[in-house]
T-cell receptor
């Protein structure tokens, strides 16, 4: 089965700790994206990557970091610098920058205690 | 950057046709219109995409008038499972991902 997997589904962290969210895709897509969604709100773009070893900041990159060492993987680290990290995090991928269709993972709900 | 405006919420009943309109007055020549559906605690799912006139697939139809300043997503004979948030996006191919804006969407509630 092709698709995007995110793990874990639920994540709890203590304030001041860094945490890494996993995103893996086996769709052979070049482009990958990370979004944040707060309750009742739309999606906001954190980071995106159009190709391996390259990534760009989105609208709300402060307090987050990413890497793209492999085509299949685009992990997101939520650092202690992120002031309000509790949210629903969504990873997506698309064939390329032509933006025909983004495929989304199931999401990770992060709660900071 | 084409800004979109959608109704915050809509209600309908099972078996009805539902039309959700999105306004995008400053759409550019090369922009496409895309609609996504999102269920609670899940990632959005692509529904349909179009450039002009009418596009239809097994799930929905998308109507785009000649001036392209608005578009209407039409869901035929909705069921309870169509209760979700629907997002309208406007973007051009090969634009920066930061130009792809998911607004707050339209929260559609279907009643028995």
């Amino acid at each position: 089965d092709g698709g995007i997997t995110q793990s874990p589904k639920y994540l709890f962290r203590k304030e001041g700790q860094n945490v890494t969210l996993s995103c893996e895709q086996n769709l052979n897509h070049d482009a990958m994206y990370w979004y944040r969604q707060d309750p009742g709100q739309g999606l906001r773009l954190i980071y995106y990557s159009q190709i391996v070893n390259d990534f760009q900041k989105g609208d709300i990159a402060e307090g987050y970091s990413v890497s793209r060492e492999k085509k299949e993987s685009f992990p997101l680290t939520v650092t202690s610098a992120q002031k309000n990290p509790t949210a629903f995090y969504l990873c997506a991928s698309s064939w390329d920058r032509s933006y025909n269709e983004q495929f989304f993972g199931p999401g990770t709900r992060l709660t900071v205690l | 950057l084409a800004k979109t405006t959608q109704p915050i919420s809509m209600d309908s009943y099972e078996g009805q046709e539902v039309n959700i309109t999105c306004s995008h007055n400053n759409i550019a020549t090369n922009d496409y219109i895309t609609w996504y559906q999102q269920f609670p605690s899940q990632g959005p799912r692509f529904i349909i995409q179009g450039y002009k006139t009418k596009v239809t697939n097994e799930v929905a139809s998308l109507f785009i008038p000649a001036d392209r300043k608005s578009s209407t997503l039409s869901l035929p004979r909705v069921s309870l499972s169509d209760t979700a948030v629907y997002y309208c996006l406007v973007a051009r191919p090969y634009s920066s991902a930061s130009k792809i804006i998911f607004g707050s969407g339209t929260r559609l509630s279907i009643r028995p």
